[in-house]
Structure formats: structure tokens, C-alpha cells
């Protein structure tokens, strides 16, 4: 591995998936508002590693691999316990329409990284590349939003704020608007790689 900033950052937001899914665990108000911090620094990690890497002129190996396998840990260190948090008759639950995270939305999610991260393997193979396409970044973006909504939620309730509050009311409007839309986006998306990987294998068979 060559040693730079976008490497240690990238790096970091790796190290950062299990402290983050740990945070989130504890039945703790202090513990889980922490959670939200390492998960707003390792979301902003993501910006600004890949953003010096073109500035600086450091992109690396290293880099193309470790960067999607650190943003999808990250995915599921927040994903995986706000679905935990959230089953059955939870203090933690009362989001507006879904009540909590469903675990079909969890498997959407999650489900489409691993097939696309499958896909990518097997054109890699056949030395082809899928580049990263622009619903893949939008996807991504409300994936975020969505989780800050959803973690913020988690945390005000843990610490014994009424869901019918105020400011509880945007909380939970903002989770439940911005999961629908992550949801939508990541079908979208989804269908778009799968197109892009048949025209990639078509090209193939016709050489």
C-alpha cells in the first residue's frame, strides 16, 4: 500500500464501521449520540478522501479496493442495528409510515451491494469494468441522509424524548421520506448497473 492521506482516511472510516455499529448497540443515550458523530465524520470521510485523491493526483490500488469495501461496511454498521433497535414493540420505534426500519428495505439495500459487488468480480475477470455511475452517487447521498435521519431518531428516543415533539415530528418525516427515497434510488439504481453489465457482457460474447 503507498502511504497517503486518501489512503489513512480511507483506512480510518474502515476502522470506524465496527466502533460505529458498537456505539449504536449500547442501551446508552451518550452512547449512541457518539454513534452519530463517527457516523457523520466517516460519511464526510467519503467526500473528502476521493476528493483529494484526483486533487493531489494519489489515486491508488489500494484506494479502488478498499474504498467501496469501507463504504459498504459502513452501510451495514448502521443499517443492521438501526433494524435491530427498531423490531418488534421497541421504545425506539414510532417512524412516521414504517414505524421502524423494515427488514425487506434492509435486504433492498444491502442485497444490491452484494450483487453488484458480485457482478463487478465477475467482469473484472473478464477484464471488463463497470465504472461508477452517477445514480450509483445519488443513491448513495440519501443513503446517508436517511441513516443520519434514522440514528438522530434512535438517539433522541433513547434518551426519553416524546416521538409526538416537535422537533421528534421532522426527525421522524425526514427518516421516513428520505428511506422511501433511498429505497426508489437504489432499485433505480440498480437496474441501471444491471443494464450496464449486460451491454458489457454483450460486447464481449460479439469479440
Known sequence: MIWNLPNAITTLRLALAPVLAWLLLEPSATARACGCGVFLL????DL??????RRRQEITDYGRL????ADKLLLAAALVPLYLLGRGRSALAGIP????VPLW??????????????LRSVAARRGRVVSAMRSGKYKAFVQNLFLGGGLLWVTL???????NRPG?????????VTLSG???LTLGSLVEYLAAFARVLERRRAS
Do not use: C, K
Not at 466517516?42 to 470521510?45: G, K, P, Q, V
Not at 473528502?48 to 485523491?53: E, Q, R, T
Open 157 to 163: 428516543r433513547t434518551a426519553e424524548i416524546g416521538p
Open 97 to 100: 409510515v414504517y414505524d421502524a
Open 66 to 69: 478498499v474504498d467501496p469495501v
Open 42 to 45: 466517516a460519511a464526510l470521510s
Open 105 to 118: 428495505a434492509v435486504l433492498v439495500i444491502l442485497g444490491r451491494e452484494a450483487l453488484i459487488t458480485v
Open 182 to 184: 433511498a429505497v426508489l
Open 48 to 53: 473528502w478522501d476521493g476528493y483529494l485523491a
Open 168 to 176: 421528534m415530528v421532522f426527525v421522524g418525516w425526514f427518516t421516513a
